[in-house]
């Protein structure tokens, strides 16, 4: 380690400290996180895009990245549910964590036993939204355009509605 010789040289070392962490201060701490993934067993369904996954006796609340199903008093809400419910409740997941939200869940991708996407499964459904500000996934934005055409899931309504509309609205009748 250098010595440090004058006062002068003290001070820089700590601007360069100050510098260094209140840019970190600034960085969300998801921005830190590396992705990674973990298995588990889904233990509970709580509506279209989000899980419960037991893993090292803990449960984590897993959100479906990429995706937005409608919520569970929207039309198509519950059946979003029952469809994620019967695809993998009870089932031995992996899931590979992207990010953390606002709410402290896990936002990732989750196979299923067979090898299949959760997350895909609902789009080709037609139970889920892609959301294109966070995925920028081609092959959920062909999946949504078949369930589209065919009218399949929420697609069958000759309006629906968005989760993140729908979302919005109750906020306003507040």
Request: proline content about 6%.
């Amino acid at each position: 380690m250098p010595q440090i010789r004058h006062p002068h040289q003290v001070y820089q070392l700590n601007r360069v400290v100050l510098l260094v962490l209140a840019f970190a201060t600034l960085l969300p701490l998801p921005a830190l996180a590396r992705p990674f993934t973990f298995s588990g067993t889904v233990v509970s369904v709580h509506d279209g895009d989000t899980i419960s996954v037991v893993r090292r006796n803990q449960v984590e609340k897993v959100r479906l990245a990429g995706i937005d199903c409608p919520e569970l008093r929207q039309a198509f809400g519950p059946r979003a549910k029952q469809f994620t419910s019967r695809l993998a409740s009870g089932q031995m997941v992996s899931v590979r964590v992207w990010d953390v939200d606002s709410y402290g869940r896990k936002v990732g991708d989750v196979t299923l036993p067979d090898g299949r996407s959760l997350n895909r499964e609902l789009v080709a459904a037609g139970f889920a939204w892609r959301l294109t500000k966070s995925s920028k996934n081609k092959e959920f934005a062909r999946l949504e355009g078949d369930a589209r055409r065919a009218k399949r899931g929420l697609w069958a309504d000759a309006h629906p509605k968005p989760p993140w509309e729908f979302r919005k609205a109750g906020k306003a009748g507040r």
